[in-house]
């Protein structure tokens, strides 16, 4: 149960830490937070662990993040901002990947203990680099307009978290479907894949669900004497 708990207080430290990147920096902040977000999500995600009897990748808290990020600059400052972070964070994660890839060619010193723990952080076969990648593109756009179609249903401020969470839980189904078909169809039998799918959706899932106090508090903020 130690992972349960510990993984709670995770989640916890994730959103506060999201809640001063903002509070402290604004409207910067959540691209800076974007930018971020994207590369340690896909560094965690290389880490399993075991919750509930179900072996699951770090990275999904994170992740969740990215969607609170651009949902959030969507409610308060237009669909287009919230699609320009998007684009930030696509760069960012290109950014990451071809860098890393370069990196690990180098030859290391004879003294080096760095190379093969660096390759396995970040010498990621290109099939699910490609997923990845395809995946953010394709969830996170999708999550901005169906925001934007939700909004015109449900425009009141208390039903933000309609808004939030309509969005984010449909376009984390687009982005665990993506991702899952591009790295492990064929890889897995069709049974392992479903499983893979259904646990990764599901942990997107609660995230998603326990991030909704949060960005109540965060449009709550302030920054017309800043921005």
């Known amino acids: 149960m130690f992972n349960v708990y510990f993984g709670i207080g995770f989640a916890l430290v994730n959103f506060v830490l999201f809640l001063l990147c903002y509070r402290f920096f604004g409207r910067t902040g959540l691209y800076a937070w974007i930018g971020a977000a994207t590369i340690l999500a896909n560094i965690q995600v290389v880490k399993t662990i075991e919750m509930f009897g179900v072996i699951m990748t770090l990275g999904n808290v994170i992740y969740g993040t990215i969607y609170l990020a651009t949902d959030l600059l969507n409610e308060k400052y237009g669909e287009k901002e919230a699609k320009k972070a998007v684009w930030f964070g696509f760069f960012t994660l290109i ?82 479907v993506v991702f899952c078909t591009i790295a492990f169809a064929g890889v897995y039998s069709w049974d392992v894949w479903w499983q893979i799918l259904l646990t990764t959706y599901v942990i997107k899932f609660i995230v998603s669900a326990a991030s909704t106090p949060f960005i109540y508090i965060a449009r709550g903020y302030d920054f017309s004497e800043r921005q």
């Open 95 to 176: 950014m990451m990947t071809m860098i890393m890839q370069l990196v690990l060619i180098f030859e290391p010193a004879k003294s080096d203990f760095a190379q093969p723990h660096m390759e396995a952080l970040f010498g990621l076969l290109w099939r699910l680099a490609l997923g990845s990648l395809a995946a953010y593109l394709i969830s996170q756009f999708a999550d901005v307009k169906l925001y934007s179609l939700i909004r015109r249903k449900f425009p009141k401020p208390e039903q933000l978290w309609i808004r939030n969470n309509g969005s984010t839980m449909a376009s984390q189904l687009i982005d665990s």
